[in-house]
């Protein structure tokens, strides 16, 4: 079953024809728009109609996170704010967050993605799309939800959190397909089962989880404990949000990236060469049809390889392996993207805290958790025990405000934290590995 066939089967040959039409249309449109590529292009010689074929891609420079950042929030923006429909954001590496927007046409193609890719999964017009992304500037929420309602399935607006009434909603409503983190998935099952409620009596039949690395192992655990069939989507709010990339049904072996409205390539992150098909390496996207902040070779920092194998069920699009990790320090707890700079900031500015700190992410039960300890001036501890609780509080408002993750501060006298002779070791994660 496919949502858009005619695309989504495309032939290689026309798919690449496509890419390449569509690729140069961009460009065309970043150089004359956006000034940070203008400049770019030229300091390398390079003009739009320099790009005669997909391999011509290789020559255009990179775009990375920082570049969004010292763009902020607008810089890199290609159309007027009269365009502009929609703005989300994401973390940033430090204090600011990483700003998007998206035009109409932009918002149409992000729900045909989100839609095909729905399909992909085993979802249909008549599914009741239970949706426990977040709803906000996180793009999850948002972009599962008019997805859904493209393919004209009904979608329950759910959001995060609330757990106990997402469960009672599921059972009263007969959701038929979850929408939302992998870990969150198996939080759901176990609360459910503290409240006597067993998945197997819900309607639920199909899983779409992403946002954040999982493995194997936890989808074998989730589909046993949710008796659901669970399928892995891709994606990141610079590109457009979910719907990059996600597995069929067929096969669940790979996620298709949508091909005619993205280019993947990999490439070591350290020589930034491209390596061969199969092979690991960091995910480089280039947006071909994005109106609102079109992106040449972005690099996502996500490891993964790619596989131009025809696959079982009859798409043309090449294949991503599940994500195995990053190539930066980015971690993603209880589906929040977290850089260890962010929290630091947010320390640096508290008077009385030395610069050493830890990170230490755990996984209780099903749930993610994060432990701050931060060495502050020894003084404070010859103060009142109240007057340490009260900064501790304050430091977990003040991450809690950024980032929208709780978090428990536990302060320390100087010299606790370990030091280390090269690169200052900031997080320690007891997770199981993906
Ligand atoms: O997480 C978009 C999304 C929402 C994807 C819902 C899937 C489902 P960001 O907040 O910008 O956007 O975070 C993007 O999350 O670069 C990856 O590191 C990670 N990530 C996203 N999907 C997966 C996945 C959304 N399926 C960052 N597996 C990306 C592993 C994932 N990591």
Same mark, same amino acid.
């Given at each position: 079953?496919?949502?858009?066939?005619?695309?989504?089967?495309?032939?290689?040959?026309?798919?690449?024809?496509?890419?390449?039409?569509?690729?140069?249309?961009?460009?065309?449109?970043?150089?004359?728009?956006?000034?940070?590529?203008?400049?770019?292009?030229?300091?390398?010689?390079?003009?739009?109609?320099?790009?005669?074929? /997909?391999?011509?891609?290789?020559?255009?420079?990179?775009?990375?996170?920082?570049?969004?950042?010292?763009?902020?929030?607008?810089?890199?923006?290609?159309?007027?704010?009269?365009?502009?429909?929609?703005?989300?954001?994401?973390?940033?590496?430090?204090?600011?967050?990483?700003?998007?927007?998206?035009?109409?046409?932009?918002?149409?193609?992000?729900?045909?993605?989100?839609?095909?890719?729905?399909?992909?999964?085993?979802?249909?017009?008549?599914?009741?799309?239970?949706?426990?992304?977040?709803?906000?500037?996180?793009?999850?929420?948002?972009?599962?939800?008019?997805?859904?309602?493209?393919?004209?399935?009904?979608?329950?607006?759910?959001?995060?959190?609330?757990?106990?009434?997402?469960?009672?909603?599921?059972?009263?409503?007969?959701?038929?397909?979850?929408?939302?983190?992998?870990?969150?998935? /198996?939080?759901?099952?176990?609360?459910?089962?503290?409240?006597?409620?067993?998945?197997?009596?819900?309607?639920?039949?199909?899983?779409?989880?992403?946002?954040?690395?999982?493995?194997?192992?936890?989808?074998?655990?989730?589909?046993?404990?949710?008796?659901?069939?669970?399928?892995?989507?891709?994606?990141?709010?610079?590109?457009?949000?979910?719907?990059?990339?996600?597995?069929?049904?067929?096969?669940?072996?790979?996620?298709?990236?949508?091909?005619?409205?993205?280019?993947?390539?990999?490439?070591?992150?350290?020589?930034?060469?491209?390596?061969?098909?199969?092979?690991?390496?960091?995910?480089?996207?280039?947006?071909?049809?994005?109106?609102?902040?079109?992106?040449?070779?972005?690099?996502?920092?996500?490891?993964?390889?790619?596989?131009?194998?025809?696959?079982?069920?009859?798409?043309?699009?090449?294949?991503?392996?599940?994500?195995?990790?990053?190539?930066?320090?980015?971690?993603?707890?209880?589906?929040?993207?977290?850089?260890?700079?962010?929290?630091?900031?947010?320390?640096?500015?508290?008077?009385?805290?030395?610069?050493?700190?830890?990170?230490?992410?755990?996984?209780?039960?099903?749930?993610?958790?994060?432990?701050?300890?931060?060495?502050?001036?020894?003084?404070?501890?010859?103060?009142?025990?109240?007057?340490?609780?009260?900064?501790?509080?304050?430091?977990?408002?003040?991450?809690?405000?950024?980032?929208? /993750?709780?978090?428990?501060?536990?302060?320390?006298?100087?010299?606790?934290?370990?030091?280390?002779?090269?690169?200052?070791?900031?997080?320690?994660?007891?997770?199981?590995?993906?």
């Amino acid at each position: 079953m496919y949502y858009n066939e005619e695309f989504e089967t495309l032939p290689r040959p026309a798919l690449e024809a496509l890419q390449l039409k569509r690729l140069k249309t961009m460009l065309e449109r970043v150089y004359s728009n956006v000034p940070f590529y203008k400049e770019k292009f030229a300091s390398l010689g390079i003009r739009p109609e320099s790009v005669k074929s /997909l391999e011509d891609l290789r020559s255009l420079p990179f775009t990375v996170k920082q570049d969004m950042r010292d763009a902020y929030p607008y810089g890199l923006f290609s159309s007027r704010m009269e365009e502009i429909v929609r703005i989300h954001a994401s973390s940033g590496t430090t204090g600011k967050p990483t700003v998007v927007g998206y035009t109409k046409k932009d918002i149409e193609t992000w729900s045909e993605l989100m839609a095909r890719s729905f399909v992909s999964a085993g979802v249909h017009r008549g599914d009741i799309i239970h949706n426990s992304y977040g709803y906000g500037l996180f793009t999850g929420g948002l972009g599962a939800h008019y997805g859904a309602e493209k393919l004209g399935a009904s979608v329950i607006p759910m959001s995060g959190g609330n757990t106990k009434r997402q469960i009672l909603i599921m059972k009263d409503f007969g959701s038929t397909v979850l929408t939302c983190t992998p870990s969150y998935s /198996l939080f759901l099952a176990e609360a459910a089962r503290d409240e006597g409620l067993d998945f197997r009596s819900l309607s639920l039949r199909v899983g779409i989880f992403g946002a954040e690395p999982w493995s194997e192992s936890m989808r074998r655990e989730i589909e046993e404990k949710l008796n659901i069939s669970a399928i892995d989507i891709y994606g990141l709010s610079e590109i457009m949000g979910p719907g990059v990339a996600i597995e069929c049904q067929e096969a669940k072996c790979g996620l298709h990236v949508w091909e005619d409205h993205f280019i993947p390539e990999i490439i070591n992150p350290e020589t930034c060469e491209p390596v061969p098909e199969g092979e690991k390496g960091e995910l480089v996207i280039t947006t071909i049809t994005k109106e609102g902040i079109p992106l040449v070779r972005y690099r996502t920092r996500d490891i993964t390889s790619i596989s131009y194998e025809p696959c079982p069920c009859g798409r043309t699009h090449a294949r991503i392996a599940r994500m195995s990790g990053r190539s930066d320090d980015m971690l993603i707890i209880r589906g929040v993207n977290v850089f260890p700079s962010q929290i630091e900031s947010i320390l640096m500015r508290i008077e009385g805290v030395e610069p050493h700190y830890l990170l230490i992410v755990d996984r209780k039960g099903n749930l993610d958790t994060l432990e701050v300890q931060v060495e502050v001036d020894e003084r404070l501890f010859s103060d009142e025990v109240k007057h340490l609780q009260e900064m501790a509080h304050c430091i977990e408002k003040e991450i809690k405000d950024l980032l929208s /993750l709780t978090c428990k501060v536990r302060l320390v006298e100087p010299k606790t934290i370990t030091r280390s002779e090269g690169k200052a070791k900031r997080v320690v994660d007891n997770r199981p590995k993906a």
